[in-house]
């Protein structure tokens, strides 16, 4: 059974950093894709960034294009997204998932997953 658990939000000014880490575990680490995605207040839950595992490209919103880079650790269980440059708009409950099935970038920026860690909250404001 995949689980994942994220942890590292908090408030932060804007203009500040924050780092956010997602462990996984698993019967299988054979996932395709593993990503980010992120709800703000009264809007609907968006894809944020992702690394396809096959050949470790990597996709990213313009939003956070230059800011967010997601990385993993050598052994694959552990994803890290250090953000910089953080604004009110980055405000939100930020999920890591990961897709293991297709592979499809595009599916998984929109939602699709087969597995959601718990959510951790970043909160961006004077």
């Known amino acids: 059974q995949l689980h994942l658990v994220e942890s590292g939000g908090g408030l932060v000014q804007p203009g500040g950093a924050l780092t956010l880490s997602c462990v996984y575990s698993?019967?299988?680490?054979?996932?395709?894709?593993i990503g980010w995605h992120r709800q703000a207040p009264g809007k609907e839950r968006e894809g944020v960034g992702c690394v396809v595992t096959a050949d470790e490209s990597q996709y990213y919103i313009d939003s956070v294009k230059g800011r967010f880079t997601i990385s993993r650790d050598n052994a694959k269980t552990t994803v890290s997204l250090p953000m910089n440059n953080l604004q009110p708009g980055d405000t939100g409950v930020y999920y890591c998932?990961?897709?293991?099935?297709?592979?499809?970038?595009?599916?998984?920026?929109?939602?699709?997953?087969?597995?959601w860690g718990q959510g951790t909250q970043v909160s961006v404001s004077s």
């Open positions: 998932a990961v897709e293991t099935g297709g592979g499809q970038i595009a599916a998984f920026m929109a939602g699709a997953a087969d597995c």
């Open positions: 698993g019967s299988t680490l054979d996932y395709k894709i």
